[in-house]
């Protein structure tokens, strides 16, 4: 996932495409010679990023990952991952821009920097808290959750916005700051991991977690402390007025000098659906209709 307002699971689903992201992840590993009578795959390029997780990790096991090696395979092409150490969020300048790679994956689908495929899945913003806690609220107005105290959120996230609509950034900001080990979250890169809000909801250090889904499903799901994970239905509005919305279609990125290849990939998620699908299941990933 590409850099959101927000911002960016993987799981093996099936014993075939378990084979699948086996094969994947050794596509950069390994060269296999053609035969003599066989004609070299194209490659696909694909920027990932090795600190990414859940969406993209150095063992290629991040869910985007794994669509990434199904796009490459429908595509009738090779996978070849070009690993940045950097975050998802400079893959477009760093990476894409410099020609080092081809598509980009899970970039919001009115990413004005790119030219961006048809969305191969949509999801949301959702609450995540304690199953224990009983808390069924959708909206963040719900009087269920303007009663917490304690919010997990990510920087310059809706998340972060909410909590400022509520009036409790200021009792958050040293919690917080103490996720990051009081860094400057300006003029450099300085995240919360989708881990870590997921873990200090399960361990009651935070009332509630807000996120967006595909950052944490992985977590959630694996959590040894029973958690609730729910869509989010509205929106919020910054104190410019700005309205952020908290559903979000993804799709693969290309340049904006790449039309056919944009083409290609088009068809290739189009057949690719029910694939994607499972893995994004297997993931614990809610997936929302389109437009919703």
């Given at each position: 996932?590409?850099?959101?307002?927000?911002?960016?699971?993987?799981?093996?689903?099936?014993?075939?495409?378990?084979?699948?992201?086996?094969?994947?992840?050794?596509?950069?590993?390994?060269?296999?010679?053609?035969?003599p009578d066989?004609?070299?795959?194209?490659?696909?390029?694909?920027?990932?990023?090795?600190?990414?997780?859940?969406?993209?990790?150095?063992?290629?096991?991040?869910?985007?990952?794994?669509?990434a090696i199904?796009?490459?395979?429908?595509?009738?092409?090779?996978?070849?991952?070009?690993?940045?150490?950097?975050?998802?969020?400079?893959?477009?300048?760093?990476?894409?821009?410099?020609?080092?790679?081809?598509?980009?994956?899970?970039?919001?689908?009115?990413?004005?920097?790119?030219?961006?495929?048809?969305?191969?899945?949509?999801?949301?913003?959702?609450?995540?808290?304690?199953?224990?806690?009983?808390?069924?609220?959708?909206?963040?107005?719900?009087?269920?959750?303007?009663?917490?105290?304690?919010?997990?959120?990510?920087?310059?996230?809706?998340?972060?916005?909410?909590?400022?609509?509520?009036?409790?950034?200021?009792?958050?900001?040293?919690?917080?700051?103490?996720?990051?080990?009081?860094?400057?979250?300006?003029?450099?890169?300085?995240?919360?991991?989708?881990?870590?809000?997921?873990?200090?909801?399960?361990?009651?250090?935070?009332?509630?977690?807000?996120?967006?889904?595909?950052?944490?499903?992985?977590?959630?799901?694996?959590?040894?402390?029973?958690?609730?994970?729910?869509?989010?239905?509205?929106?919020?509005?910054?104190?410019?007025?700005?309205?952020?919305?908290?559903?979000?279609?993804?799709?693969?990125?290309v340049r904006?000098?790449?039309?056919?290849?944009?083409?290609?990939?088009?068809?290739?998620?189009?057949?690719?659906?029910?694939?994607?699908?499972?893995?994004?299941?297997?993931?614990?990933?809610?997936?929302?209709?389109?437009?919703?």
């Amino acid at each position: 996932m590409t850099y959101r307002p927000s911002p960016r699971v993987v799981g093996c689903f099936e014993a075939a495409l378990i084979s699948i992201v086996c094969v994947g992840t050794a596509y950069t590993a390994l060269a296999v010679e053609p035969g003599p009578d066989a004609t070299p795959k194209q490659e696909l390029r694909i920027c990932a990023s090795e600190v990414e997780a859940p969406f993209s990790q150095k063992d290629a096991k991040g869910f985007e990952n794994t669509i990434a090696i199904a796009l490459a395979e429908a595509m009738g092409r090779k996978a070849t991952f070009v690993w940045s150490p950097k975050p998802a969020i400079y893959q477009v300048r760093d990476q894409l821009d410099k020609k080092l790679c081809d598509v980009v994956m899970g970039v919001d689908t009115d990413d004005e920097r790119l030219l961006t495929s048809k969305p191969y899945y949509r999801s949301s913003y959702v609450l995540i808290t304690r199953a224990d806690r009983n808390i069924t609220a959708s909206e963040w107005t719900d009087p269920q959750i303007k009663a917490l105290s304690t919010f997990a959120v990510r920087f310059f996230s809706p998340g972060e916005t909410i909590v400022k609509r509520l009036g409790k950034w200021e009792d958050n900001m040293a919690y917080l700051y103490s996720l990051i080990n009081f860094k400057s979250p300006r003029n450099q890169y300085v995240q919360i991991p989708g881990d870590r809000l997921v873990s200090e909801v399960a361990n009651g250090q935070a009332d509630v977690g807000i996120a967006f889904a595909p950052e944490i499903a992985r977590y959630v799901k694996a959590s040894s402390t029973p958690l609730r994970m729910t869509t989010m239905t509205s929106t919020v509005e910054r104190a410019d007025g700005a309205v952020l919305p908290v559903h979000f279609d993804q799709s693969v990125g290309v340049r904006k000098d790449s039309p056919m290849l944009l083409a290609e990939i088009d068809a290739a998620i189009l057949a690719l659906h029910p694939r994607i699908a499972r893995i994004l299941e297997d993931e614990g990933i809610p997936v929302l209709a389109p437009n919703t």
